[in-house]
């Protein structure tokens, strides 16, 4: 983050708690008025800063709303280790269930979608972005499995988050039909077995 | 669909040709300019009628939209009987993936999911499209499969396509990354996988 870095001789200190004002309000603008619409003079106004205490931080609106919202969705996501695979993916399955339901993001997200559609450069770096996250989220909680003789060696830690991070956005942010805790539980159990009968000769 | 209904007296007959054409008209113009900015004059003058003829068969942009999009995502998905439900399955995802990569469908998805956070309509009539047919789908090819006895009576549909489907959007409509067959099969052997290992009794 911008400011926790070192300032360089003769810089400017961004000040931690503007860049954090800064960054709600992008998350506000955009839940409200969608990419399209969105200002930088509406998110200063919002953060309560003037527009060159953003354009300090982002030299534009795209590069902004795409670190802010990468960051988020990076951070929404933790990497659980409770000791068995299955409740490892109940955790995740629970906590990625909240946050696609959360009122900003169920506004955010498919207007990012849209935009992504149109902007091979958003395209890109939203893709860049989740998958990094979903890789290592794989890798980890695949990897303790697998040394825990939990999954056979040689499980895909992709297809693995695929089985479960897609019903839940399906379900969650295309269809928009609530989950149950019963349905996480079914889901952590359904993929659980899947990989288990996963051959490691793939 | 109106143009093959036993037009009432009086009523003027509609001409399935001219139907058909504007349904053509409707998804183009959806993926050039988005949901948004269609108009109805722009849809008439692509499929080369006159706004009348539009209007004899929907009474507005929105009712349009949706019924045409509805009939193209249940006509996309077919019936699939081949005799196993693994290869039900790696037809279905073939078919699927082939729909969520099509050009035009990679445009007017994500357009119409951000239609959807704003406008409870579009989000209610899309989702009972999507459910309907997603539940007739899973029960189809659940009910052929526990009656060959491949799966335990009582496997839940719903869980069966969602666990089909969601990973299929997820990489192709989310994330815009390729697939290729051996993903698509991999994945037919987890389902499959996930699904014998269901208890019967939940």
Not at 21 to 33: F, G, P, Q, T
Request: glycine share 6%; charged share 25%.
């Amino acid at each position: 983050m911008a400011a926790t870095k070192r300032a360089p001789a003769g810089a400017a200190v961004l000040r931690g708690d503007i860049t954090a004002a800064i960054r709600n309000a992008v998350m506000h603008e955009l839940a409200e008025v969608g990419y399209g619409r969105l200002s930088i003079e509406a998110v200063a106004r919002r953060a309560g800063v003037g527009k060159t205490a953003v354009y300090r931080r982002w030299s534009n609106k795209l590069e902004m709303v795409l670190e802010i919202v990468s960051g988020v969705a990076e951070r929404s996501v933790p990497m659980p280790d409770t000791g068995s695979f299955e409740s490892d993916l109940q955790l995740l399955t629970f906590i990625v269930s909240k946050a696609l339901q959360h009122r900003i993001a169920s506004q955010i997200i498919p207007d990012l979608m849209a935009e992504a559609a149109r902007n091979p450069k958003i395209a890109e770096t939203l893709n860049k972005a989740l998958s990094k996250h979903q890789r290592a989220v794989g890798e980890t909680i695949v990897g303790q499995a697998v040394a825990r003789g939990e999954l056979p060696a040689g499980t895909d830690p992709e297809m693995a988050v695929d089985l479960m991070l897609g019903p839940l956005y399906w379900r969650l942010a295309v269809l928009r039909t609530p989950i149950d805790d019963d349905y996480l539980e079914k889901l952590s159990a359904s993929v659980t077995a899947a990989l288990r009968a996963g051959s490691p000769a793939q």
